[in-house]
């Protein structure tokens, strides 16, 4: 079974900064890619950054420039340093990863969710 907690989420105002963290724990031999996603209010889940195991990034035009994805392979961990916010990064920040539990086999593996709130 494997678990993906996040923290660091909460309220901030327009133009600062939060850093997301979510680690995984449990039995498994590694972690392929990780994402976050977020669910704006009353929209859809939108993929928002990845990383792969070696350490290549792709974001959303909306957040490049203003968020960092990163890993720490040893501690299975993944953040995501969040400036210059702005009110419509206000969503639940999910983490996702494609975890690596048997040979041949993976399983996608969700957080709880944390919610960010940026203030005007």
């Known amino acids: 079974q494997v678990h993906m907690v996040e923290s660091g989420g909460g309220l901030v105002q327009a133009g600062g900064s939060l850093r997301l963290s979510c680690a995984a724990s449990?039995?498994?031999?590694?972690?392929?890619?990780m994402n976050w996603y977020r669910q704006p209010p009353g929209k859809q889940r939108e993929l928002v950054a990845t990383i792969t195991s070696g350490g290549s990034t792709n974001y959303a035009d909306s957040v490049k420039g203003r968020f960092t994805i990163s890993r720490d392979n040893d501690k299975n961990t993944l953040y995501l340093q969040m400036n210059s916010l702005k009110p419509e990064d206000t969503a639940v920040y999910y983490c996702?990863?494609?975890?690596?539990?048997?040979?041949?086999?993976?399983?996608?593996?969700w957080g709880q969710g944390t919610l960010v709130t940026v203030s005007s």
């Open positions: 996702n990863a494609w975890v690596q539990i048997a040979i041949s086999r993976s399983l996608n593996a």
């Open positions: 449990g039995t498994f031999f590694g972690i392929n890619a």
